[in-house]
Structure formats: structure tokens, C-alpha cells
């Protein structure tokens, strides 16, 4: 790629800012450093073009007519006074978004863009501006611009702003737009030459956004979309422009480990770091992630040092917060983080989501997801590996509703001889967890958006199995189990749930398994629960990496009712916890064999 004739002032800020993250000059979080790296990397590519005239177009345009409606400087001076300055991660990510092209055409290298921002970075007006800016650039297409929220109202802001710079006298006068704001209709037009305009602002109800044709998409605060469906149809909308089409989703995070935006995050940083089997397939995806760095257990790290730190540290905070000294004060910031300190858990949560732009765990929810997986991460044994160990395997299966989620899986324990940091030989007693989720093909992506559950991406890791009839059939279930025998795994008994079972129950009887109906009172259901709980907290605990048994631990609501018992729930009613459900029968199953050894073993003394 030739750049020489490249003079932009933009693409030179763009270049200086790539260059002081990526040595270090300005402190960042890695996904950041490596949107950067990206970046450069790209200059050197054949197979595209860099024209600097869309761009400079944009940023001209936003810095010399577009003003702020609301707010103050950091310096506490009225905001509204001057047009907008843009800040020089704003410019960088306009400069990749308008300046990178399929070679020998107009048509744009990035159609899919997600923004992950805390709060205060000053990416509603940001995007508000880039959405008026690109519908000028591609007014001959026939701009046409959606910007959905999870609600009207969120949908309104960055409308409202768009409208209020429409109404100031040097827009107006140009532009001669043609506003409607009341409660049917939400919409900007505007006549452009030969060219056209629309902008619009709509909820993220599914039957408006079935049917849509727009060039251009804003999705806001997207970790509130409780449906990947509506990403999708939002996708769908775009499917008549094929040079100007981009769909931009801009958001801070949640308390809702596993949505879709908290998948669509941990995918995207795979896009970054390169350890996606397919990264050619994102080349068309810009990526922009603010995100505190945390190691295994959740805690945070120093950006710099790379130690552990607390969520007040100001090097931290000025990491993920791109604009910290520009649109928000870095001391207001530190200072809201040392208040949450001394909060409650959930003033933290928020400051976490927010400000430090990480997911947690929802409120409701019985177990610290950050736990389970370092415990996970403590070992890579793969199936073969388990074989090799010879272990005694203990099944359960739940197959209460054969329409919905259904759940099989092997339970062991493995006393696992390692080095202490002492070099001492210590021995581990881990519990290892195998589980496979069911799942009717016809309903996977129906179920899957209402529940949040990627079963296509678990069935492509091997741990769904979707099958291509109306309901989960028993046979598949028993056919695991079945498998799994057949692979070498010594399967002592199968501790299950009888209600709807009677087929699987004769399958199995046929194949020779040593069946138990498992116990759902509370009394019974807290022993497994109790002992996961204790071995995941000791970092004994080993799910093999699977990602639908996180979800479902994620999902576990838990209630203390008498003397210590737990009754088990969902976070709420869409959410699944089957997988999870599940293995307490596995857990409770060694247990009571434990138990039973250990009677023989006194008798016989």
C-alpha cells in the first residue's frame, strides 16, 4: 500500500496516537494496543486502498459545525460555546472507519464496527456526529440511518443531538431539514443535491426492526439486548448496500456475564490477540476495546506493571478511559472508585461495569464466575488424557423437559500429584465435571436468542448436540453415555431424574447401565452443590474449558430455606442452569460412594 501521497493532519494524529500506545508513551489496556498494532500492520497491506478524503471530510466537518448540546469542559467552562473537539482516539477510529477500501473500489473495508467504552468517554455524541457526518459522505446511496436502543428514550439521545445542530442557523440554513419528533415518528430529512438523507430513532422491538433497509445502523448500549435476534435483523437490514453499509454498535458493559455482548467481547479479543482459527473471516470488523485487564481469579491488573491492583489505582483507570483527562477528570474518576471502596458489593459492580468496563456477575447470582474459571485454568487435561488416568466415573443426566435444554455428563475425582511453589510433591484432589448439552436444531436459534445461549458455537466446540427433530430425543442422550463407554470411560452408575424419563430409562437398562433416580430435595440437592462450591474455591475444580457449563454456573440462583439447605433457581425465567443442575447429581453420587467405601472399609477393620 502507498501512503506517501497520504498529507492528512487526521491520519498523522492517528499514526502519533497508534505509535505512543504501542510503546508505551500513553498508558492502555492490551485490546486497545492491539486495535493499534492493527492498524499499522494494515498500511503495509496490498489487497487494500487508503484514501484520506473521506475522513478529513468527517472530522472537518464534525470540528467546524457540529457543537455540544449539554456539559461543561474539564476546565469547568461551558461546552456549547465551540464546535466539538475531537479527542484523538475519536480521530483514529474515524480514520480506519473512512479510510481503508477494498482494492480498486469505493467500497469501504469496514461494515461491522463495535465501540466497548466505560461511560463519560463521550461516545454518544461521538457516534451521533460520525452518523451525521456519514450520511453527508453517502447522501447519493440514498443515506438511510437507523439508531436503535434497547429503549425509544435511549434511542432519542444521540437523535436529539443530531436534531439540535440541524436547528442552529448555519445547519438549518444549509441543510433545510425536515424534523418530525413526536410520539408516532422520530426522523430527520434532508435533500442533499442529487442525494437524500434519513435518519431515524427507534426502539429495538423485533417487529420494527424485521423489515428494515438502511445503509447505516447505530446500536446503543448493546448489553442490554437480551436477543442476539436483533443484532442479526439489524445485520439483515443492510443486505442492499454493499459499499457504505456499517453497522456500528457502541456500549459500555453489564452485570450480565454471558449475554451476547459479553460473547461477542471474549470473541473479538480472539480477533486481536490472533488466536482465532479464522481471523480473515473479522477482517471486515473494526474493533475498539476499552477493558480493564484482570488475571485469572478476576482480579485487576496494573496496565503497566502488571500486578495485581485495586480498582481505585489511577493507572488503571486512566487505561480503559480513553478520554480521562479530556471529557471526564482522571481525579473524579479515582475518586469515584475509592467511594465504591467503601461501598456496597453492588455500588463496586457498577463502578466495574461502568467506569472499568468489565462484566460481572449479576447480583443474583449464586457463584463468582471469575472462580470457577481459574480453578478451570489451572489444568488442560484433554478427553484422551482423562482416559489415560483410569478413573471411576459417576453419570447424571436431566432430561425434564426434552423440547428445551437437556443436560448428560460424568463425574470423577482425580488425586493429581504436582509441585507446590516450594518445589514440595503435593496431591491435589480434584473433581473433573464432562458435560454434553441437547438441544433441538429446529429451535436453536430461537431458544438460543431468547436464553442467550451460542448453541451453535457449543456444538461446534463439541459440547452440544443438536439434533434434527422436534424434541431431544432419548436415544441421543443414551448414545452418549453410550460413547463415552465406548471411548474407555469406566461409568460406575448413572444418577438421573425420573419425570419424563421412561425411554431413556429402557435404552439404558438395554445397555447394561447401573441406574439411580437422584433426589431434587433440597436436602440431597445441597450436598452437590456444597461440594462443587468447596472444590472450586480450593481451585480443585476442572470442567475441561466448556463454555455452556459456565453459562449455566453463571445462571445459578441459590436461596438458603432451613438449616443451611440451598434451593436452586435461575437468575431469571429464560436463563438456563441445566448443565450445572445436572452434575450435583454427579457430585452427590461420589459422595455417597465415598461414604459407602469407607462404611466397608470400618466393618472389615
Known sequence: MDITNIKSIHFQTALNFSNDLISGKKVANLEQIQACQRFIDDLERDDLDFKSNQFDFAIDLI?????????????????????????????????????????????????????FLPRKSGKTTFVASLTWAKSLIDAESGATTYIVANSLSQAKVSFNFIQHNLNLEHNKNKFKPRVRANNQEHSINCDIGKGHVEIRAIGADEKYLDGLIANTIIADEVHAFKRPKRYTLMKDAMKSYSGSRMLLAVSTAGDSIGCFLDERVELL??????????????????????????????????????????????ELIEAVNPSAGETISLDLLVNDAKIALDSDEGTRNEFKNKTLNVFTTS????????????????????????????????????????????????????????????????????????????????????????SNMPLQEWQEEGWATLSNTEVVQSADIAGWFVGMRAKGFKIKQINYDRKSALEFTLIMKSEKFKLKDASQLPSLKTIGIRRIENKVKNGEFYYLHNRSYEYCVSNVKADEIYNGWLKMNKISKNMKIDLFDASTFGATALLEDMENKAKVKNILK
Open 63 to 115: 470540528q467546524g459545525t457540529i457543537y455540544p448540546e449539554k456539559g461543561e469542559n474539564v476546565d469547568g467552562t461551558s461546552a456549547r460555546l465551540n464546535p466539538i473537539k475531537l479527542t484523538r482516539w475519536e480521530i483514529f477510529v474515524t480514520v480506519n472507519l473512512f479510510g481503508f477500501f477494498i482494492k480498486n473500489t469505493n467500497i469501504r473495508r469496514y461494515q461491522e464496527v463495535l465501540l
Open 363 to 450: 447480583s443474583q447470582s449464586f457463584f463468582d464466575i471469575d472462580e470457577f474459571k481459574y480453578s478451570d485454568s489451572l489444568y488442560n487435561w484433554s478427553i484422551d488424557d482423562l482416559l489415560k488416568l483410569n478413573l471411576t466415573w459417576y453419570g447424571f443426566a436431566d432430561l425434564s423437559v426434552l423440547h428445551d435444554l437437556s443436560a448428560s455428563g460424568i463425574y470423577a475425582n482425580h488425586k493429581f500429584k504436582t509441585k507446590d511453589d516450594n518445589n514440595n510433591t503435593i496431591t491435589k484432589d480434584i473433581d473433573i465435571v464432562i458435560t454434553q448439552a441437547f438441544f433441538p436444531l429446529k429451535l436453536a436459534i430461537a431458544k438460543a436468542q431468547e
Open 269 to 314: 479479543k480472539k480477533v486481536l490477540n490472533k488466536t482465532i482459527s479464522d481471523v480473515e473471516k473479522y477482517d471486515r470488523y473494526f474493533i475498539y476495546l476499552c477493558t480493564a485487564p484482570r488475571d485469572n481469579k478476576g482480579n485487576f491488573l496494573n496496565p503497566v506493571s502488571n500486578e495485581i491492583t485495586e480498582i481505585d489505582d489511577p
